[in-house]
């Protein structure tokens, strides 16, 4: 897994590639997060545009995050989730827990309603 963080009209925005499948990166993204949250940016949207595979690992990834950010009065919004990674919060049930969309610009759009 590789990731690249970046912020867009106020919203962070993690980009993943490759296999999120558990990997030491893991604690280094949820690091990252508490790290903007203390600087009080607790908006985020994490684009899986580039994701080949998602196991639950990643899924735990994204529960651990939103947790952080709704306990400090934030949001995480899920970008781009097809294939595998669709599959996968299908199956968990997931697509009730977080907001999804088709593209990063639209989930950032969606923080402004």
């Known amino acids: 897994m590789q990731y690249r963080i970046y912020e867009k009209d106020g919203i962070v925005v993690i980009e993943f590639s490759g ?17 903007y949250a203390d600087q009080k940016k607790v908006n985020f949207v994490f684009d899986f545009c580039h994701v080949e595979w998602m196991n639950s690992r990643g899924l735990g990834l994204c529960i651990a995050s939103a947790t952080t950010l709704r306990n400090r009065g934030g ?3 899920l970008a781009c989730t097809v294939g ?9 049930r997931m697509f009730h827990v977080f907001e999804c969309f088709d593209s990063v610009d639209k989930a950032i759009a969606s923080f402004a309603k």
Do not use: P, R
């Open 19 to 35: 296999k999120i499948m558990g990997e030491t990166a893991d604690s280094a993204i949820v690091k990252k997060v508490y790290e």
């Open 75 to 77: 949001e995480l919004k």
């Open 84 to 92: 595998k990674v669709q599959e996968l919060l299908e199956n968990t």
